[in-house]
């Protein structure tokens, strides 16, 4: 559930509201990597004024400072969401109100095996996501935004020069990870539709702040008959693209609920790929009692090995 106190309990001050691409920016939890942006790459102080724009030299590189960290976002989601469906102690699951006492998806490395699974077999079509994360973040940003303190000593020059970098990332990169659209489309919705995220510290993604039944939430209204995403971009998208982005956004949710229990309990968190061998028991095979004592899988059963009965060849 939502924090029952009204936004401005939550800071010391009424929080100011923005919108337009700087309201994106907070709703996606892409402005907090502002804080960290490099001074060089910051641009001049700006007091309310627009900063110049950023010579193509900065851009490239803003792109590559923007890259990397737009993956750590992605990371830190995604650890949400393995806490989400396997909680264990890890503080993304202290966070949600929700822990076990065994291990979960966080300490097995779920967050990556979310991330390279993603990226490597759920591609996602241009002719969608183009619409959607460039003339769509502006619709979003239309919904007013409140400023959390943490984020309004960004000022207006790193806001611009990061969105900057943001839009060329995110039209003209060739292959841009499916892992980090899915990022900002859980963070985006978290934020719709429980501001208190945004005010909440301690990690990059709005989505790992929500409590367990709040990321319910979430994905409720992404499996549900129109994800709130959705009904703010068709307006500008239309009919056919929404409907498309709705049953591509229906999929992605339950993929997102189905793969984190394959990456718990198979053996990809303690596989060396180099010598294609366990360096340890994987943890999950513990909680299942599978193999007892073993820390290799069965090759195959005899009678599944060759040929049956000797036969090389059916006349």
Partial sequence: MTDPRPLADLDPARPPLVTGRRAFLVRAGVLGLAVALPPALAGPPSAGAAAPTATADVIEDLMRWLRPQLQRLAFDTFSGVAAFCLPGPDLYSLRQLEVRAEAGGVATKTPQFLMDTIDGYLPLPDAIVVPLMTEGTRELGSLPT????????????????????????????????????????????????????????????????????????????????????????????????????????????????????????????????????????????????????RTRPPDGHPELLGYYQGRTEVA
């Fill in 146 to 293: 409140p400023l959390p303190l943490s984020l309004r000593r960004v000022g207006l020059s790193r806001a611009q020069r990061v969105d900057e970098a943001l839009t060329l990332v995110l039209e003209n990169d060739e292959h841009l990870p499916a892992s980090i659209v899915i990022a900002l489309l859980l963070n985006v919705t978290a934020s719709v539709l429980v501001p208190a995220s945004l005010f909440r510290i301690g990690f990059d993604s709005p989505f790992a702040r929500l409590r367990y039944t709040e990321k319910a939430r979430v994905f409720a209204d992404l499996e549900g008959p129109e994800p709130s995403v959705v009904a703010a971009l068709r307006p500008l998208v239309g009919d056919f693209l929404a409907d498309e982005l709705r049953s591509l956004i229906r999929f992605l949710s339950m993929a997102m609920l189905a793969l984190p229990s394959d990456g718990m309990y198979s053996e990809q968190s303690t596989f060396d790929r180099a010598t294609r061998q366990l360096v340890r028991r994987p943890i999950g095979w513990d909680q299942t009692r599978y193999l007892p004592g």
